[in-house]
C-alpha cells in the first residue's frame, strides 16, 4: 500500500455511537496528522500526534500512534450529524533536509446517521 | 481566526490555456504549499515554497507549472497549457515557520480550493 492508507474507506454510524479510522504508512516520520474535509472543501486540521508520542487527545477526539507497526488511529467518541466528513491522516517524513510536504492518504469517508 | 483564502473559488478554461490560481497565506506564515485532488482521489502535494523559492516539487510539477510570490500577501499557481487531466480541486495551504526534524510540527494550514474544468 502507499504511504498513509486509511482503513476502512467508509464507515457509516449512528449518532452517538465512536468512530474509528485507522491509517499505515510505510517510512520513518516526523509526526502524523490528521485532517478533515467537508464535501467539496478544505481541508482542516484535526490533531497532530509527534513521532516520539503513542496517544493524544483533543476533545472528543483521540489519536493513537504505534511506529513499531507504522500505524494510527483516529476514535471520534460519541458522534454527531456534523461528524460527516471525510478523514485523512497525513504524515512528513523523518529527514534531514527538512521536508515539509505532506502526503495524504485516500482517506475514510464517514457518514454519521442522525 | 486567521485563515488561507484562494480566488477564484471555480475556474473554468478551455483546454491550452493559461490560468493562474491565487492564494493569500496567514500572514506570519513562511512557508507555502499547493496540492491538488482529483475528484474522487487522493491530495497530492505539488510544490512547496520558502523564501521566495522552490524548496521542493514533486513529479506532477512539471515545466507547466509554476509558482510566484508576486508581493507580500499572494502566492500563485500558473499552469501555462492547461490539460484536461488538470481539472482537479487545487488546494494552497501554509504553515508557520517551524525547526527541521522531530521538533518541527508542520500543521498545515488550507483554503477551501479553487476547483478547476478544463474543457
Known amino acids: 500500500s502507499q504511504q498513509g492508507e486509511e482503513d476502512p474507506q467508509a464507515l457509516s454510524i449512528q449518532e452517538g455511537e465512536n468512530a474509528t479510522m485507522n491509517c499505515s504508512y510505510k517510512?520513518?516520520?516526523?509526526?502524523l496528522q490528521w485532517y478533515r474535509q467537508n464535501s467539496g472543501r478544505g481541508l482542516v486540521h484535526l490533531i497532530l500526534i509527534r513521532s516520539n508520542e503513542r496517544e493524544k487527545h483533543s476533545g472528543r477526539l483521540r489519536v493513537t500512534l504505534d511506529t513499531s507497526k507504522k500505524s494510527s488511529s483516529l476514535l471520534i467518541t460519541a458522534s454527531r450529524a456534523a461528524d460527516t466528513a471525510s478523514y485523512f491522516c497525513a504524515t512528513d517524513f523523518l529527514v534531514d533536509t527538512g521536508r515539509r510536504a505532506l502526503t495524504f492518504g485516500s482517506g475514510t469517508r464517514l457518514q454519521v446517521q442522525p | 481566526e486567521p485563515e488561507v483564502t484562494q480566488t477564484p473559488s471555480h475556474q473554468v478554461t478551455q483546454m491550452g490555456q493559461e490560468v493562474i490560481l491565487r492564494c493569500v497565506p496567514i500572514s506570519n506564515h513562511l512557508y507555502f504549499y499547493w496540492y491538488r485532488q482529483i475528484l474522487g482521489q487522493k491530495v497530492e502535494f505539488l510544490v512547496s515554497?520558502?523564501?521566495?523559492?522552490?524548496?521542493?516539487k514533486s513529479e506532477i510539477f512539471d515545466d507547466q507549472f509554476s509558482v510566484e510570490r508576486p508581493d507580500g500577501s499572494n502566492f500563485t499557481l500558473k499552469i501555462r497549457s492547461t490539460k484536461l487531466e488538470d481539472s482537479a480541486m487545487y488546494f494552497c495551504?501554509?504553515?508557520?515557520?517551524?525547526?527541521?526534524?522531530?521538533?518541527?510540527?508542520?500543521?498545515?494550514?488550507f483554503g477551501a480550493g479553487t476547483r478547476l474544468s478544463v474543457l
Open positions: 517510512t520513518s516520520i516526523n509526526n
Open positions: 515554497f520558502y523564501n521566495n523559492e522552490i524548496s521542493e
Open positions: 495551504a501554509s504553515s508557520e515557520r517551524g525547526g527541521r526534524g522531530s521538533g518541527s510540527k508542520n500543521i498545515q494550514y
